[in-house]
Structure formats: C-alpha cells, structure tokens
C-alpha cells in the first residue's frame, strides 16, 4: 500500500480497497461515523442528532427530502448504530440513551443513565453498549462507563473512569479507551475484568509532549520554554484494525504570555508549541494500542521552541500540532470535536467546530509527495470548509463521501473527492440537506456562533485564531491557569451564572461593564477587530443564557440541608448572597499576595487594595479547581484548609458541619 499512502482521499480510496486487498480486518469496533452522525451498514440512510431539536432524522441518502424526524430526549449529542442498524442515541440533557430500531418512527426504549452521558461505542460483537457520563449519579468527582447488554437493554455494570469523561472506543485486546476531557488523557478499560487498567494520577500525554525540562531553557526570542497542557479530548478516533486511536486535543499554554497587544494580533497570538501559533493551540494525540497500555505518540512541544519548527519528518505519526507556518484564517485549524479514519485506514477526518472546517491528514507519516511538511510544519494534506457548529461526520463504506453535520445551521453537508494522485482534492458540494428548523431565537443562535467563531475577523485576528470557547469548553471552563501578563487567572464558568447581573468583571473587578470586559478580551487578547452593539448584545444574551452544569449529590439531601445550615452560620452569605451567590464584591480571601497581582499592571492597584471579585457559586461541582489561580483542587481542600477564618468563619463549624458544608456547596 505504499502507492495509495501518497495519493489522497476520498476517491482514491475505493481503488486502493478493490486492487489491492489490504483494507485491515476489524479487530475492535471501528466506525465510520462520529458524533452526531451515523451510516447504515448499506450506507443507504444517514441519521443525525440535532441537539437544539431533540430529534433524530433518519435520512434516505437517495431520497434525502423524505426524511423523518424522530423526537429523543433532551440535547441529543451522538448516534451510533449496532449491527442491526438499532440507533443509540445519547441524550445528555435528559440522562438518558435512547433506543430506535431499524424501520421505528419512534423511540422504542429509554435507558437511564449517570450524568450527562455524551459518549457511545459497541463491543466488537454488538452484543453490549458502552456509554460514558460526565459525573456519575452522586458526586462529580469522577465521571462513569456504563455498560448495557444490547439484547435486554439491562444495565450489566458501573465503572468510574475519572474526571469529566467524554468519548469511548474500543480497540484490540477488548480494550476500551476513554478521553477524560479537561485533562487531556485516556483512561485504559479492560472489559472482561471491567476494571481500570491505566494509573490515574500518571498523565502520560502530559509527560511526552514536554519531554524536554524547561526551567531556564533559553528560547530564540530570550525567554524560557512554556509546557503545555492538552484538554477538550473530546474524541476517541481508531482505525478499522483497533490498533492506533487518535484524540483530538487544544494545547494549552501554561508559561507566563508576555506578549503585549498589537497591530499583529492580541497577546493571545504567540506562545504556542514550537513557538508557533497561539497559546490555545490545537492538536492530535496518537496512541499504539498494541500493548497492554495504550502508548501514547507525541512530538515533545518544548524541544522545538528554539527552531521555531518540528522538524521530525520521520515520525510514523501525525504532527502533534495543527498550527500551520502559513497562518491566516484560511489554514486555521480551532476547536476539534469529532473524527473517523477512511475505510482503509490509512486517513484521519478531523472535524473543527471553531475553524469551521475539516482536516484530513494521514495516519502514519508526515512527509511525502502530497504534503508540505518543510514549509508549513504540519501533516495536513487539505482542509474542507464546512458549516458552523460541526460536532458530526460519517463516511461510506467505499470512501467516495463524507457527511458533515452542521449543528448550528441544523444542515448535512456532503463531501466529495475530485481528480487523483497528488491533484486530488475533496470539496464541499453546497448542496446542505436541511435536517431541523432554527429553535434558538435570532439573537442567540446568533451569539452562539460568535462564541464558538475562531475565524470571525471581528472576534479574532488572523494570527490568534482562538474563540471565545477555546478557553470556556462548552460554555464551561477548561480547568486551566493561565499566566496572564496580570497574575495567574483560571479560566471562570460562565454557564448557569447570568453573567449580566454580575458586574463588574474580571477576576480583578476592574471592568464595569460587560462590554467593557468584551472591548478587552476580543481585542487586546484576542485580535479581533470588535463587535458592534448589535453583535456584542446577542454575544452577552448567549452566554447569559447557558444552562449551569448539573450537579450530583442526589443522594445526600439531609447532607445538602444540614450544610445551607453551616453555609450561613460560617458567613459565607455574607459575600455569596442573592439568587446568583456573589454580592459582586472585591474581598481578599488570603490569596492576595505579588504573584497573584504583578507590579505594573493596570488591575494590580485594585486587587492588592480590595482583593478579587467574588464568583458566583452555580454549578461549583464541575467547575474544580478552584480559586483565582487554581490552587485548590477539590472544594474540601478550601473548607478543611481556612487557616485564620480568612474564607468565611469555618472555624466555628464542627468537622460534620464542614462536611455537610462541602455537600452544600456541590449540589448548587
């Protein structure tokens, strides 16, 4: 197959399976469909998932107007189909999975499940389905797998898997992985024992792509090297063999950003890995999953900094980093959220919801005839333009298309290959099926695709290429610190908080108005150029509205009641008061000190005077860790730990009431 690894998809692909014979048997269960798109085993109906709707459409590919419209749970996120074409479809808005066999024009079951479940795969033999939830049932310490046997829709186990989990798949040995979303990593399963395999506290991810130590590191530009830290592991994508799995990844900056703004874009702009792109970079992760361990295959972004490149052309996987020497909004590659290997395996689709496009690049190498690795740096063969708010793709069988789901144009979009060799190129057709009507209002859906936009001149610059979810994953956070010319900032939620009633802004309190803070974010770190009122309101009107993470804990009522008790004998009402639970206060809650605020900069003066403003307290569970600069990593740290009564009076509470605290604070 050494012919077809220098030729390009999709076309070609149907050639190298018929003449020559190597497409890979299955050894896991690859699929060709991710995320919110599914293909029948013929290939003859497509199924999407809108999440605004809360319907699935089952699709007629030859006859695409006579779709029909099946009405899931709430905030459907992905499909998958079994054997029989019986469609799962994870309803992260409802806890549940819901069941439609092949031909039903309605739900035929509805399995109940933990927390937000947002991951589906099948076992190799169909015969059991594996869902993963966001936080399990009664605590957000750790999300869950589920697994249901396919025959009797029973639950058959539980498993905790670690923080916020978000995809799984499974790969050769019986073996499943599962992307832990905030941290970047995968956690191992072995399914017949049903037990964690991988070491939790080891970030294996972390450790490789920052290999080389960096204190005092000089780099071309004088300053020392940045590590960084991979997150938004959305996605498990493997070849039809089960043995390689690739994790789209953002790689997050987590050296001081010195950069100043100006006329070259906002101090979001440089820093990246290799010194290349900006502080929010996207990536992919590359495992071997031969081993009893995944091995993870990643390119030491701290080794490259002085040369400005990863010149390793010889590795036998992709670039680690999408950012591309070429820069501009027409090479950006934001936001991954889904991908599927080519039948043969030899491709990987990577689909990027903040660059609204998709990057196709091969599995295992990054050179070559149809590359341009020595001058862009990345292993990118082409990037198609799609819709906004892309979360799905699905290919067919003989690799000739590739669909597209356009979540927030509600739209299927197809994608096809055109010429061969080294000249092929695949192109969106233009021709959408329109899968649901708008339910957003105007204004909203709007907003919501200003903030999920890294390519928006006005929201970011051309050299930055970041969105404002590049940093608030999902309207959230993404657990980070970032280094801020300011001080150590972690990255505050914004769902469930009615951001408008909470003013002023900022950590420091130093912007009075919403679109005072805009004014700075957009332009200073970001680039862009600036939104006009009418924009800057519908932006606002989004993020007010996202809904707060929900919270576990059901099972501890008594304790939740017992700890609002010790929340008011401790005064913590004092500052968290009201419906949102801030008084929108600066206080100094003993975390004032000169690394929190550096000298010379123009909030320094309001947080060593008055301390930081006081954050609401909604959906405070999912949002670990905690503080202004992320140095608490649990809430029980924070309560047991509040030497001098400097974090409300907890001294006056007994160690039940400080539990029963913790409990309170989790369930809001």
């Known amino acids: 197959m050494n012919w077809f690894k220098r030729t390009m998809v999709v076309g070609a692909v149907a050639a190298a399976v018929l003449l020559t014979g190597c497409a890979p048997a299955p050894q896991g ?139 799984v798949a499974v790969v050769a040995g019986n073996k499943a992985l599962v992307s832990l979303y905030k941290k970047g990593e995968v956690a191992t399963v072995d399914l017949s024992r049903q037990a964690v395999t991988s070491d939790p506290s080891r970030a294996q991810v972390y450790t490789e792509a920052n290999a080389t130590r960096t204190t005092g590191t000089p780099t071309r530009t004088g300053t020392t090297v940045s590590t960084f830290h991979p997150r938004a592991a959305a996605d498990i994508i493997t070849t039809p063999d089960g043995t390689r799995a690739f994790t789209p990844v953002v790689w997050a900056r987590e050296g001081a950003i010195s950069r100043r703004p100006s006329s070259a874009g906002g101090y979001y702009s440089a820093g990246g890995p290799c010194s290349i792109g900006a502080v929010a970079t996207a990536g992919i992760v590359t495992y071997d999953t031969r081993g009893a361990q995944p091995e993870a295959l990643v390119d030491d972004l701290t080794a490259c900094a002085s040369s400005g ?47 609204q496009n998709v990057a196709i690049l091969p599995v295992d190498r990054r050179s070559g005839t149809d590359l341009d690795f020595e001058r862009t740096g990345t292993s990118i063969r082409t990037l198609v333009r799609v819709g906004p708010g892309a979360d799905g793709i699905a290919i067919s069988k003989d690799g000739t298309r590739a669909f597209v789901y356009s979540q927030f144009n509600h739209q299927v979009e197809t994608l096809v290959a055109k010429g061969r060799g080294d000249s092929a190129v695949v192109v969106n057709t233009n021709t959408p099926i329109t899968v649901a009507g708008e339910k957003l209002s105007a204004e909203v859906a709007a907003g919501r695709k200003l903030f999920f936009d890294a390519i928006d001149p006005k929201v970011s610059s051309a050299q930055t290429n970041v969105a404002c979810s590049t940093c608030h994953l999902e309207g959230r956070e993404d657990g980070h610190v970032w280094m801020f010319p300011d001080g150590p900032r972690q990255t505050p939620a914004l769902a469930g908080r009615d951001l408008l009633q909470t003013a002023p802004f900022h950590w420091s309190g130093e912007f009075p108005t919403i679109g005072d803070f805009n ?54 009402a004092t500052c968290h008061a009201g419906e949102l639970l801030t008084d929108n206060s600066n206080r100094d809650v003993g975390t004032v000190n000169t690394r929190s605020a550096v000298a010379n900069e123009r909030d320094n003066g309001i947080v060593m005077l008055k301390g930081f403003n006081v954050p609401s307290l909604k959906g405070l569970a999912r949002s670990a860790p905690y503080l202004h600069d992320g140095s608490e990593a649990t809430l029980e740290v924070r309560v047991f730990g509040n030497a001098g009564d400097k974090h409300g009076t907890t001294s006056t509470l007994s160690e039940g009431e400080k539990t029963d605290l913790v409990s309170y604070l989790k369930s809001l």
């Open 519 to 572: 004014v700075h974010t957009i332009r200073e770190r970001m680039g862009g150029v600036g939104l006009n009122a009418a924009d800057a309101a519908r932006l606002d009107q989004f993020i007010s509205g996202l809904p707060t993470a929900p919270a576990p804990l059901a099972k501890q009522a008594d304790a939740v009641v017992r700890g609002r008790a010790a929340f008011e004998k401790a005064q913590c």
């Open 309 to 355: 490149t990863n010149t390793n052309d010889s590795s036998d996987f992709p670039v680690s980093t999408f950012s591309s020497s070429r820069g501009g909004a027409e090479a950006a590659v934001q936001g991954p959220t889904v991908g599927v290997t080519d039948p043969t395996g030899a491709w990987v689709f990577i689909v990027n919801r903040e660059s």
């Open 29 to 167: 269960n690859a699929s060709r469909s991710s995320g919110s798109l599914a293909l029948s085993s013929d290939d003859a109906v497509l199924y999407a998932v809108d999440t605004d709707n809360g319907v699935l459409a089952v699709i007629p590919v030859a006859t695409p107007d006579q779709l029909t419209r099946i009405t899931v749970g709430q905030s459907p996120v992905r499909v998958v189909l079994g054997p029989d074409d019986t469609a799962y479809v994870a309803n992260r808005g409802s806890n549940t999975v819901s069941v439609i066999r092949k031909g039903a024009k309605e739900v035929s079951a509805t399995l109940e499940t933990a927390l937000e479940p947002s991951g589906l795969a099948l076992s190799a033999d169909g015969r059991q389905l594996l869902v993963t939830c966001n936080a399990a049932r009664d605590t957000a310490a750790h999300g869950v797998l589920l697994a249901f046997d396919t025959a009797t829709l029973q639950q058959q186990w539980e498993l905790p898997v670690g923080e916020e989990p978000r995809a």
